[in-house]
């Protein structure tokens, strides 16, 4: 039996890959690939990382053991958690995993593209208009210095040197870079490296739906659907922005200099630090940055493109209303 465990990071393309394999579980078992649906089902497996926090097995644990008790050939797990785990909780993983064949894949992200990512998905994410603007003052005046997620991106590649501690040669180091990836589809990438081609027959006609950036105000237009508790709309104004190109990112809004001093770091560390597997860009140009604006015009921009928006979904509902009573007169008669 064969395990197979992607371990991340965030930030490159785990939930499409998830999404992708749970969609396709019944296919891949019948090719002998099992990715396992546990107790929270869940298309990630981020529960077995819970249970290794807490240093006990619970039921994904004991799930898991069930499959492999029948012993497929070949199991997947995916949990971008896994690359937060402490060098212990990764030495418990190999206990309790306790299997003789076990390679570990990860996507790393060039450390300048992680830090402006991570910063747009915390703006996106913020409960409150007080939290938004917390992070985006932040993100805007806290010089580059004192910003510790300038650190944490340029940084981010030691979770790789943690786990070469328990696996050593059986981890596969993948760049987040479409350039080199095997017919620069990530899906495609990840089988070919795991060895795995033989699913690729199954799921070669899907396409991963790739997220689409929406610029700043639509960043703070979808956190005020998230803390209004409007998840349904937001997915629903998420896609209408990705349609339409005026609201998409069309460049880096952190400032240059953060994100080159993340990516100069991160060159230096992997330099003393590089791990077995050498990690490699195709491109090397920091791009520059078109910056952030004002907050009063990003909240004033935002509330505008809310207000249309729902204006637009009243419009529909009432046209609709209109069909449905223009039916409703017609069975009557």
Not at 156 to 174: A, L
Not at 247 to 260: C, D, I, N, P, T
């Amino acid at each position: 039996m064969n395990i197979y465990v992607h371990i991340g990071s965030d930030k490159t393309g785990s939930t499409a890959i998830q999404s992708i394999l749970s969609q396709h579980r019944s296919h891949l078992r019948s090719l002998g690939i099992e990715y396992p649906r546990l107790s929270d089902k869940q298309d990630h497996h981020e529960s077995l990382v819970h249970e290794l926090r807490a240093g006990q097995k619970g039921e994904s644990w004991h799930d898991l053991e069930k499959i492999f008790s029948k012993s497929p050939s070949h199991v997947i797990l995916s949990a971008e958690a896994f690359c937060t785990l402490k060098r212990e909780e990764i030495k418990r993983f190999k206990e309790w995993l306790n299997q003789p064949n076990v390679k570990i894949i990860a996507y790393l992200r060039r450390a300048d593209e992680y830090l402006e990512s991570g910063i747009l998905q915390r703006l996106k994410s913020a409960k409150s208009l007080s939290s938004f603007k917390q992070q985006y003052f932040t993100a805007k005046y806290l010089p580059t210095i004192f910003d510790p997620y300038v650190f944490n991106a340029a940084f981010k590649v030691r979770f790789i040197k943690k786990w070469e501690r328990s696996y050593q040669t059986s981890i596969i180091v993948r760049p987040y870079d479409k350039a080199q990836w095997e017919k620069q589809d990530l899906i495609y990438d990840l089988l070919i490296k795991l060895g795995l081609s033989a699913a690729l027959n199954i799921i070669k006609s899907t396409k991963i739906n790739r997220n689409v950036t929406p610029n700043i105000a639509g960043i703070y237009a979808t956190s005020i659907l998230s803390r209004n508790r409007l998840l349904g709309l937001r997915h629903q104004f998420s896609e209408a922005l990705a349609r339409d190109s005026k609201f998409v990112k069309k460049g880096a809004l952190l400032s240059w200099k953060k994100r080159a001093t993340a990516r100069a770091l991160a060159t230096i560390y992997l330099r003393f630090r590089q791990p077995s597997k050498k990690i490699e860009f195709s491109h090397d140009e920091t791009p520059k940055s078109e910056g952030l604006p004002k907050l009063a015009n990003v909240i004033g921009e935002a509330e505008d493109i809310i207000a249309a928006y729902l204006l637009e979904i009243n419009k529909k509902k009432v046209r609709l209303k209109r069909r449905v009573n223009r039916l409703s007169e017609k069975l009557d008669k």
